[in-house]
């Protein structure tokens, strides 16, 4: 497919079996939005067969390692906007002090249990197994450009292309 006269690639209809000359001119909302999807739902059925969803995961990341406990606030803020709805992460933190991998110290702020940081070790080693079957033929350096092309995207519709 040509573009039109100027320097700028027509848009074409998405088309999974879209061939690679044809691909300048497909719709990265397609490509990317398809790929969420296919990892998020890879991702997320893994960590389904160890009773852990990913929401879980963010939250014991989140909590981990820092040199103060964050407060169950600075948690449900910093996370929500990954979530998948307003009030997830909030659960999350629910269901994670009920199963004993987080604990409230004195000062309000969320710490780890040694099962939590159990379960957060086991799946990191899940996580990143599944890293290297999604990353499979890829090089970092391929890797690295693909993401450097997302980030642009974003700077570009968000007003920050500088």
Do not use: C
Not at 55 to 76: C, D, T
């Amino acid at each position: 497919m040509r573009p039109p006269s100027g320097t700028t690639t027509d848009q074409a209809p998405a088309d999974p079996t879209a061939t690679d000359d044809a691909l300048a001119s497909q719709p990265i909302g397609y490509w990317s939005g398809l790929a969420h999807s296919a990892i998020t739902r890879h991702l997320r059925d893994a960590m389904a067969r160890i009773d852990v969803t990913q929401p879980q995961y963010w939250v014991l990341n989140r909590v981990n390692g820092g040199p103060e406990a964050p407060s169950r606030e600075e948690v449900v803020t910093q996370l929500t906007p990954l979530a998948d709805g307003p009030h997830e992460i909030a659960r999350v933190v629910d269901q994670l002090l009920h199963r004993g991998w987080l604990s409230v110290d004195a000062g309000h702020g969320i710490r780890l249990t040694d099962a939590g940081e159990a379960a957060r070790v086991q799946v990191r080693e899940l996580v990143t197994g599944l890293r290297a079957v999604v990353h499979a033929g890829i090089s970092d350096e391929e890797y690295v450009a693909a993401l450097k092309v997302l980030r642009r995207m974003v700077a570009n519709v968000e007003g920050d292309a500088s």
